[in-house]
């Protein structure tokens, strides 16, 4: 569906950063069965509202075809992320007080990683989850409704919990299309008094100063700074009482808020606003060199790909995040790049293939096995423990790391 008014403040002041093209949907990965059929590709450009500072897409994929039943991605697979995701529980105990016998919803909450990290801390937990990663998540123990959440949702939760003393939302409050509808089932389900709404978002400033232009694709409908995030939630009966900068997916904000109107916000709102404008995040000037330099980095990455290949050495890929469908996509990375991806044997995508570009996800062994001349590190924002970790495992050719600007590491 295409969009003319921002998402958040229905502005019609939206002005066009940069086009990545047209790309498959980064988690509906297909079979060899599925790559001889046309494939369905869908816009990709990315605008800024000049009203309220909102970077957005301007064209909105249906939530049940981006989050299908089979969605291949886990995010116990990701070690680094897990020990990120199970610090927010602590951070929140720490910094807040729930009274006796808290309860966290999580929404979005895949596999139940997070709620794991409230269940050591005696939360009570509930987790919503609309795909079939639900079933994961109970069978590690997690409670979990596979659901999307939405009122009807809420109010089948309502019926059945108590009031929450958190409700969180890690790394979805960027997907949510309907996003007025979501926030009013949160108030229907949070306790006014002492419960918190906590969202960890990727956060624009981090997308901004690493080129993180692979971050772009249709399930990250928004990408916030804090101020669109304090007009939003203000407009709900929200007040934001805590934001920090986290290193989750390469730059994250978490932003607490609340409906208890008493609860008075600490300085790091107004720290983060305040840094927000004096880095020119928003002015035009900020995102006009942010696609030129886009453009540098595609063009420098192309170089060294292509003269690789003219060498006849051999590219294999390490990691298949959703994100590296972006950049395959707009750097026009095929089969004639990169020979397949290696992943991990636990996960969900082997055996598949990239959309569009129809690269092949193999188990790792393979990697070990053949040992290519280079490997193009797709989870570059996790690049130096996968580094690490794959000289350990015995791979003895170079890296490449993509991004901000392409490097060849030895």
């Not at 502005?11 to 086009?19: P, Y």
């Not at 059929?37 to 075809?65: A, G």
């Not at 990455?301 to 690789?308: M, R, T």
């Not at 994100?323 to 397949?340: E, V």
């Amino acid at each position: 569906m295409k969009i003319k008014n921002c998402q958040i403040c229905r502005s019609k002041k939206l002005k066009k950063v940069i086009s990545l093209g047209s790309t498959g949907l980064c988690d509906t990965l297909l079979t060899y069965e599925q790559t001889k059929k046309n494939e369905k590709s869908y816009p990709l450009n990315l605008f800024r509202c000049e009203n309220c500072q909102l970077l957005q897409l301007d064209f909105i994929v249906n939530n049940k075809e981006l989050f299908h039943l089979d969605y291949p991605y886990k995010t116990s697979i990701t070690a680094p992320l897990v020990k990120l995701l199970q610090s927010t529980p602590s951070y929140l105990k720490k910094k807040f007080n729930f009274g006796s016998n808290p309860f966290a919803i999580d929404i979005g909450s895949n596999d139940g990683t997070l709620l794991i990290g409230f269940k050591k801390l005696k939360f009570k937990t509930l987790g919503i989850e609309p795909t079939n990663i639900a079933k994961i998540a109970k069978k590690r123990g997690v409670n979990t409704i596979q659901r999307f959440f939405n009122l009807e949702t809420a109010k089948i939760v309502k019926k059945k919990y108590k009031k929450a003393s958190v409700i969180i939302g890690t790394n979805l409050f960027a997907h949510v299309d309907k996003l007025d509808s979501f926030i009013k089932s949160v108030k229907m389900l949070l306790d006014t008094r002492k419960g918190v709404f906590v969202t960890e978002s990727h956060y624009a400033v981090d997308i901004v100063d690493d080129l993180q232009y692979d971050s772009i694709y249709h399930e990250h409908l928004r990408f916030y700074l804090v101020k669109p995030l304090v007009y939003f939630m203000e407009k709900h009966g929200f007040k934001i009482i805590d934001a920090i900068r986290i290193p989750n997916y390469r730059g994250s904000i978490r932003i607490t808020a609340t409906l208890n109107k008493n609860i008075k916000p600490n300085n790091s709102v107004k720290r983060i606003l305040d840094y927000e404008k004096k880095r020119g995040f928003y002015s035009q000037s900020k995102y006009i060199k942010f696609r030129n330099d886009i453009i540098k980095s595609k063009n420098k990455l192309s170089k060294i790909l292509n003269g690789i290949k003219k060498k006849g050495k051999n590219i294999v890929g390490i990691g298949c995040p959703g994100r590296c469908i972006t950049l395959l996509s707009y750097c026009k990375i095929n089969r004639d790049i990169l020979d397949y991806i290696a992943e991990q044997s636990s996960s969900l995508k082997l055996n598949l293939f990239t959309p569009n570009t129809h690269i092949p996800v193999l188990d790792e062994s393979n990697f070990f096995e053949n040992q290519p001349e280079y490997a193009l590190i797709l989870s570059w924002h996790y690049g130096k423990n996968i580094m690490k970790n794959l000289r350990k495992k015995g791979y003895k050719g170079k890296f490449i790391i993509p991004m901000p600007f392409p490097k060849i590491i030895n």
